[in-house]
């Protein structure tokens, strides 16, 4: 028997879950069609779908027809669910583009056509709600020709009919060729093309009154022999369609394509098997397989195992995510195309700890990875990525029932994007002591709404192919940021021209290291331009408010048409940029009495219309970006060395003889698109701005850069490894300070039974108490005053913050524990010391204060609420991740000497 996916998919409202429900009822799965209105139908289960009559998560049910076995996808309409539709894409065999008759050819319908070619999936349309009044055969028919493609064939009164025939013919070359001949099209045409994309057949009828629906049915099942089929056709589709099974394999393959939880709160894995078989017990990755689930609405039937081109949901994996391929699709990763404009601060309740909710929403991506929860240092507050207002109902309505957090939103922010206006060449160096990498990469803009594309185009004598082939991986794993404003970098091509590795020396993550910064330097070289999402809308109006609808659209920076007559409506259609368009929907309302209607659909990014106001609202310096450094790291007379990004040049060992003049490489006319002027005077003026930076931020600018290398070197390599011994950390080694001999004479049991003392003793007092871990170093040379001192003498310095310290913690009701890194210290063994009220803790050998302070938090943090001063950058996700909050060291010292100030107006008075 066939196995086919079939999805449904259509504008909100279309009636899918009608029509999924028909098919169900009418193929027998379902003794009765229930229906949306009346809260009762099969796959609409959530209670909020119930109430609100739309289908918010794909859903999933089987039925058998004609022979063939189908799994069944029915998905959201509303384009806030876009996301969830989009991922059902990975999966589908074969679709079905629903229109209803009512709306015709919607914004939304188009970006849906759009989409099944990017996923290249053979479509049929069914054009729905025929039984309505004024519902229009021939007006669809052209409505659907000249809107998606003249290969769109009306098929509802077969296929002899002399200009059916001929459409069909005109289809495709070979078979005009034939049809010329005199050669009828028959069936097996009709489907061959149907699997190319050649052809898309079109029925109409009624999902609510089951008109049309055996049809469909009929011609689904009649097609599902040829689209199975697994003989190789001559078109790029099938290279494609990864997700349909191999032919003459039994290597087990799945692609993910949802994850989702039970009712009990299981985590399910829903994936398709594109080949072989997946057992119960079955190991993927290192874990194991409970369960395997086939759904129908929300019942499930446990089976024992599902074969190639099944759709099954299972239980025991933890690590799956959406678009990721298992066994032999291992690696190869599908990325979706639609991502959420907006971005949102969660508004929380006080005395709700963020770092709970930080965890709740992360665990929430896993469902819905759109949401890009982060939470920024700067504003110290959840950030999420949202569609719309209905998602953001649906997400607080998430977070009560869930999790039980009554959250709010913030205003929301649009996202923007970044992509260059001319070729470049990006370097980037990686050479600490005993590690090597040179990474050149050429990076093009591409076409508006491209992506981010990767090649190679490098001698396989000059870079082995396996790096060459991580170099690529590195460059896919990473969402790579601008340098204007750190929105995403998009419409690029990226390819590697030149590389050179180090017999002996080169690890891996050098590799990664070299690729980030050969891309950061391409761009901090580039013209940069900004882009935002725009909107395409369509504007429906009384005719005696088309002047004030014309004005309003292009007041908004908005594209007019000129208006086309509907009856007493005048209809105005183009673009405008999402930030111009606020909250137009209700201006319109109001001056047309509720008679206006808006439409809009996402049409793409284009360059800013505001780019120097928005550059000036995010203030972002690339420079002072440590996480994505444009700089490159060389090793000059045995120590490394940081080389900004615009003096690497001569510094590379390889010249690719690549300059900007060379023919290579495309430009785009995004520059005539945008004021380059206004946009080179304010980079120059942000340059300048550098000067006029306060102290502190000098200061946090300075030890930023110094920061920077022993970051690296982290991020690449871990900090859980104990570093003392490992020859390869030998590059840092002068830079680390040993702390004084002295406290290494206490005795280690005495300093253990202290310190846990301490500790214990402090959980048994008061349960609000708080703590307050300092990593005592980088508060140091956070401090211009300290860190002189300790150049000259570290235990004055030391013990000069521990006074400063003991002092502020006589006004601060958290309990100070100040970490010193003890971990060069051969033989070194953890202690600690009470001075006055103050706890000092000594690390051992092979632990730095950060990992002490991370255990540390970990285990306070389950009690007590814990925050660290530190600043280092890595450490704050650890820290984070284990329920701490972070200051900044430069945020210490503001409270300290907040403090002092009240302290001494305490004494003055
Ligand atoms: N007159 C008429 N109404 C229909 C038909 N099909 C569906 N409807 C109605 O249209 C409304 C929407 O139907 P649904 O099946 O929920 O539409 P949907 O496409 O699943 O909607 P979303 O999942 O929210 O995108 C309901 O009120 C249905 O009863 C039809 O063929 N004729
Ligand atoms: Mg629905």
């Not at 601008?482 to 891996?508: C, F, N, P, Y």
């Not at 007493?568 to 929907?585: D, E, H, K, Q, W």
């Not at 002072?624 to 045995?638: A, K, M």
């Not at 008061?766 to 871990?773: S, V």
Request: hydrophobic share 35%.
């Amino acid at each position: 028997m066939n196995n086919l996916t079939m999805g449904i998919l259509a504008h909100v409202d279309a009636g899918k879950t009608t029509l999924s429900e028909a098919m169900l009822y009418l193929s027998g799965a379902i003794r009765k069609a229930g229906r949306v209105d009346h809260k009762d139908t099969f796959l609409d289960t959530y209670e909020l779908e119930r109430a609100r009559g739309i289908t918010i998560f794909s859903k999933q049910a089987v039925f058998e027809y004609n022979e063939t076995r189908f799994d069944l996808l029915d998905t959201p309409g509303h384009t806030d669910f876009s996301p969830e539709m989009e991922r059902t894409l990975q999966v589908l065999d074969l679709a079905v583009l629903m229109i209803s008759a009512s709306d015709g050819v919607t914004g939304q319908v188009k970006l849906l056509y759009k989409l099944l070619d990017h996923y290249k999936i053979p479509t049929v349309i069914f054009v729905n709600k025929m039984d309505q009044a004024l519902a229009d055969k021939d007006r669809c028919l052209n409505d659907i020709r000249n809107s998606l493609s003249s290969s769109c064939i009306d098929l509802s009164e077969g296929y002899d009919a002399p200009e059916i025939q001929e459409e069909l013919a005109m289809c495709d070359e070979a078979l005009l060729s034939d049809f010329l001949n005199g050669k009828k099209i028959e069936k097996e045409d009709i489907y061959s093309l149907v699997r190319k994309r050649n052809c898309f057949p079109i029925l109409f009828g009624s999902a609510l009154k089951m008109e049309g629906v055996k049809e469909l049915l009929d011609l689904v099942s009649d097609l599902a022999p040829t689209i199975c089929s697994s003989e190789i056709l001559d078109s790029s589709a099938d290279v494609k369609r990864k997700s349909t099974p191999t032919a003459g394999t039994s290597a087990f393959g799945a692609r993910v394509f949802k994850i989702s939880r039970d009712p009990s709160g299981n985590r399910l894995t829903h994936l398709k098997i594109t080949g072989g078989t997946l057992n119960v017990r079955d190991v993927i990755g290192d874990e194991k397989v409970d369960q395997i689930r086939i759904y129908a609405g929300d019942k499930y039937e446990a089976v024992q195992s599902a074969t190639a081109g099944m759709i099954c949901s299972v239980t025991g994996l933890k690590n799956t995510s959406p678009g990721q391929g298992l066994g032999y699709l291992e690696g190869d990763t599908v990325s979706e195309v639609l991502q959420p404009i907006l971005s949102c601060a969660l508004l929380l309740p006080e005395d709700i700890n963020p770092v709970t909710v930080y965890n709740d929403l992360k665990n929430l991506e896993e469902e819905e990875p759109m949401l890009r929860v982060s939470y920024p240092e700067e504003t110290k507050s959840i950030e999420v990525r949202v569609m719309g207002e209905v998602q953001k109902e649906i997400l607080k309505h998430i977070l009560k029932t869930r999790f039980n957090i009554e959250a709010q939103f913030g205003p929301a922010h649009i996202v923007y994007k970044e992509t260059i206006a001319g070729p470049v060449e990006g370097v980037g160096h990686f050479e600490p002591l005993r590690h090597y990498a040179e990474v050149h990469l050429l990076i093009e803009p591409t076409e508006p709404g491209s992506g981010i594309s990767f090649d190679s185009n490098c001698s396989t004598d000059e870079l082995a192919l396996n790096w060459q082939r991580l170099i690529l991986t590195h460059l896919a794993e990473k969402k790579h940021l601008g340098v204007l404003t750190g929105s995403e970098l998009t419409d690029v091509k990226i390819t590697l021209i030149a590389g050179r590795a180090h017999e002996k020396h080169t690890e891996g993550g050098d590799f990664r290291q070299a690729t980030y910064r050969a891309v950061r330097q391409g761009l901090m070289q580039a013209d940069s331009v900004l882009l935002e999402p725009i909107l395409e809308y369509r504007l429906e109006v009384p005719v005696d408010c088309v002047g004030r609808a014309l004005n309003d659209m292009q007041r908004m920076n908005g594209t007019v048409s000129a208006p086309d007559m509907e009856g007493n409506f005048s209809i105005i259609t183009g673009t405008v940029p999402v930030a111009c368009l606020g909250n137009y929907a209700q201006e319109l309302s109001a001056y047309t009495h509720g008679e206006g209607r808006l439409f809009t659909t996402l049409s793409g990014y284009s360059p800013c219309h505001n780019t120097e106001e928005v550059l000036e609202e995010y203030d972002y310096y690339p420079d002072l970006d440590t996480d994505n450094p444009s700089s490159s790291v060389f090793c000059q007379h045995g120590a490394a060395t940081i080389i900004p990004w615009d003096e690497v040049g001569s510094h590379m060992h390889i010249d690719t003889g690549w300059s900007k003049d060379s023919n290579t490489g495309t430009s785009t006319d995004l520059v005539d698109n945008i004021d380059m002027e206004a946009l080179k005077k304010l980079q120059a003026k942000r340059a300048s701005m550098e000067d006029t930076r306060s102290f502190s931020e000098k200061q946090r600018d300075y030890f930023a850069a110094e920061d920077e290398l022993k970051a690296i070197f982290e991020r690449t390599y871990g900090k859980v490894k104990p570093r003392v011994g490992n020859s390869k950390t030998e590059f840092d080694e002068s830079s680390f300070i040993a702390p004084d001999e002295s406290v290494r004479d206490y005795a280690v049991e005495q300093e253990k039974e202290k310190k846990h003392s301490n500790l214990s003793k402090k959980e048994d007092e008061d349960p609000n108490k708080e703590f307050l871990l300092i990593d005592g170093y980088n508060i140091i040379y956070a401090s211009e005053n300290l860190k002189a001192l300790a150049q000259t003498d570290l235990k004055a310095a030391r013990d000069s913050l521990i006074d400063i310290l003991n002092n502020f913690q006589g006004y601060r009701r958290e309990e100070l524990i100040l970490v010193f890194d003890a971990y060069r210290v051969r033989g070194g063994t953890e202690h600690v010391e009470k001075q006055g009220n103050l706890t000092v803790i000594y690390t051992k050998e092979a632990e730095t204060a950060d990992q002490y302070i991370e255990k540390a938090a970990h285990i306070i943090s389950k009690k007590y609420r814990v925050k660290v001063a530190t600043s280092d950058a890595i450490e704050q996700i650890i820290v984070f991740g284990s329920g701490a909050v972070r200051m900044s060291a430069r945020e210490l010292w503001k409270e300290i000497e907040l403090t002092n100030e009240q302290i001494r107006e305490k004494i003055n008075k």
